[in-house]
């Protein structure tokens, strides 16, 4: 979901429109996200216009594809409006409510989607971001794309399907992106198998003049890949990650966040002495209690099919605002912008294990 980027002004209903641009071009829908000044965060406005096309152009012949971008060149989506729903909470309103069901029935709508969807992920991917874009059928970085589940730094976990898609990187790499909300690169990316094309930003417009010209066949999705091919790479040297995926793999399926951490310090594997510091710095300011949950859920989504990790995900969202940090996390960064958050519990040492059980004992007593 997460996006630090506060709200805007309220808009008139004409550019609360305009958030969301539309068009069709030689038989692709176009959708893209139009508020750069916001890092292209995505309200409940913009989850229902996505969701309207979408629906609309799935059962158009003429359309045989969708593309998703973002305006501006720093994001495609940098999350989801964080502070208006911090505002809705705070005010008895249900937007935070709402926006969560339709958030998350977008983003499975993407997955499920009967078109190809290319996703341009150029600039910022947070949360919400990533949300939309896994789901897609061909997901293109650029040098300029940081890719991040970043939730545990404002006290909440990674949502929007982060407890499919993350669990699923090989190995303990995702429990890694998941717990400390790192950022990673375009090599890092097509690595984890959360992109799977690389293009210099040079050549996206090069790319939309080759889409508007693209001669369609019997498989839309072959004839996407097919242009892909000609201007894109798929593997990029030297990804980072691929040099601590020894070190990952040992002290991230470690039993809990505290034996990670106390590991951390610890231990040396494989010459990531100096990473490991700078993880534990990093998981230091931290919510320890998202931290926590996050480790729990996206262990346990590894076991859970598509959507019942998206209602494992809403089950934690219905508890969320009134017991866990996600309220202090947004006042320490966004609201008074003391960066001080007094996370509950304080300190990786003063997690109760049967705390961190509790937020999911009902949905597991629901589910058997």
């Known amino acids: 979901m997460t996006a630090q980027a506060p ?10 429109q305009d958030d969301v641009l539309a068009e069709i071009r030689n038989h692709i829908g176009h959708l893209t996200l139009n508020r750069p000044a916001g890092l292209n965060a995505i309200t409940l406005d913009m989850v229902r216009s996505l969701t309207r096309h979408l629906q609309g152009w799935a059962d158009d012949p003429q359309v045989h594809a969708v593309v998703l971008r973002g305006a501006g060149q720093k994001a495609f989506c940098a999350g989801g409006d964080i502070r208006s729903l911090y505002d809705s909470f705070k005010n008895g309103d249900t937007l935070h409510q709402d926006f969560f069901v339709e958030e998350y ?13 290319l996703a341009l992920m150029d600039g910022f991917v ?5 949300g939309l874009v896994q789901g897609a059928d061909l997901r293109v970085v650029t040098e300029r794309s940081r ?8 006290g909440y976990f990674p949502d929007v399907g982060g407890s499919y898609f993350l669990p699923r990187i090989p190995g303990e790499l995702g429990i890694y992106l998941g717990v400390t909300g790192v950022q990673i690169r375009a090599a890092d990316a097509l690595y984890c198998g959360l992109a799977d094309w690389y293009l210099d930003s040079a050549r996206l417009a090069e790319l939309d003049q080759q889409l508007d010209l693209l001669q369609w066949h019997d498989f839309p999705l072959k004839d996407l890949q097919g242009l892909l091919t000609k201007l894109a790479v798929q593997q990029l040297a030297d990804a980072p990650l691929a040099k601590l995926r020894p070190a990952i793999e040992h002290f991230f399926a470690l039993p809990d966040v505290p034996s990670i951490v106390e590991q951390l310090q610890q231990v040396t594997v494989a010459d990531s002495h100096e990473w490991a510091l700078d993880t534990v710095k990093l998981m230091q300011g931290r919510s320890p209690l998202a931290m926590a949950v996050t480790l729990e859920m996206l262990r346990r989504g590894r076991h859970l099919a598509l959507e019942d990790c998206f209602a494992l995900e809403l089950h934690l969202d219905r508890q969320w605002f009134a017991r866990g940090d996600l309220i202090e996390g947004v006042r320490a960064l966004l609201i008074d912008k003391d960066k001080s958050p007094q996370w509950n519990p304080p300190t990786l040492q003063a997690l ?10 009902d949905f597991e007593q629901n589910r058997n």
């Open 147 to 154: 890719l991040a589940m970043p939730e545990v730094a404002i």
């Open 126 to 130: 947070l949360g919400g971001g990533m």
């Open 352 to 361: 109760d294990a049967g705390h961190v059980e509790s937020f999911f004992c």
């Open 105 to 117: 029935a977008l983003d499975l709508a993407i997955h499920h989607y009967r078109k190809p969807v």
């Open 7 to 16: 709200s805007q002004a309220t808009c008139s209903a004409e550019s609360l």
